[in-house]
C-alpha cells in the first residue's frame, strides 16, 4: 500500500515537510511505501472551469495535477501538507487541490485522507479545517490523530522542538497504518446511488 504527500510549501525542505516527513517516517516503520510530490515555488493555475477534465479524464494544465492523476489508483492515502497564510493553506496549494480533486471524477472514493498544517504561532485550525473539506466532500475517511494536525516553529529545527506537535504526526502515522491494515481487508464504499446536485433555485 502506497500513500502520497503532497507538499504544498514553497519551500520543498521546510517546516510542513519536516511534519510531514514524521508522518511518513512511522508510515515505513510499519512497511507502508510513501510517495512525495513538491510542486516548487512556481505558480500554480486555478481552475478555468473549462470542462476537459470530465470529457477527457485530464488537466489542460501541465503543473503537476495529471502526474497525480497517472499515479492516482496506486494510493490508499493521501496526506496534504501546507503552511498557514493568513488562515488558510497556501493558494498554490488550493489551486492544486481543486484541480485534481475534481478531475478525478470519484477516483478518491474510499482513500484514506489526513490533512498536516504548519505555521508560526497562529490560523492553524481554520488552514486545517479548508484542507479536511476536500476528503469530507470526496467520501474519504479522514484520519484522526491525538490533536489537530498542526506544527509550530519559524524553522524545522524549531518544528522538530515542538514535541506535541511532532507526537501528534507520529500518532497520525500509526493510526493511518492500522487504517491501510483494515482497508486491505474490505471493499472500500461505493456510493449507492448517483449523486444529484440541485441549486435551490426554483
Known amino acids: 500500500m502506497k500513500v502520497l504527500f503532497i507538499n504544498g ?3 520543498e525542505k521546510g517546516c510542513t515537510y519536516t511534519a510531514l516527513r514524521e508522518v511518513a517516517d512511522t508510515l515505513e516503520k510499519y512497511g507502508v511505501e510513501t510517495v512525495f510530490h513538491w510542486n516548487g515555488s512556481k505558480p500554480v493555475a486555478g481552475c478555468s472551469a473549462c470542462g476537459v477534465c470530465g470529457r477527457a479524464g485530464v488537466c489542460v494544465f501541465e503543473d503537476g495535477v495529471n502526474e497525480i492523476l497517472e499515479s492516482l489508483d496506486e494510493y490508499g492515502g493521501i496526506v496534504v501538507g501546507s503552511p498557514v497564510y493568513y488562515g488558510g493553506p497556501s493558494g498554490q496549494l488550493c489551486c492544486l487541490l481543486d484541480r485534481l480533486f475534481f ?6 472514493n474510499g482513500k484514506l485522507g489526513a490533512a498536516v498544517v504548519s505555521c508560526r504561532r497562529g490560523g492553524a485550525t481554520t488552514a486545517f479545517s479548508r484542507l479536511n473539506m476536500y476528503f469530507e466532500m470526496n467520501n474519504m ?3 484522526p490523530s491525538q490533536y489537530w494536525n498542526m506544527v509550530h516553529g519559524m524553522s524545522p529545527a524549531e518544528v522538530r522542538r515542538d514535541e506535541e506537535g511532532m507526537q501528534t504526526m507520529r500518532t497520525l502515522g500509526r493510526n493511518m497504518a492500522h487504517l491501510l491494515a ?10 449507492a446511488e448517483p449523486p444529484k446536485y440541485t441549486n ?3
Open 9 to 11: 510549501s514553497p519551500h
Open 103 to 108: 478531475a478525478s471524477r470519484g477516483r478518491m
Open 141 to 143: 475517511p479522514v484520519v
Open 182 to 191: 483494515c482497508l486491505d481487508k474490505v471493499e472500500p464504499p461505493v456510493r
Open 200 to 202: 435551490f433555485i426554483r
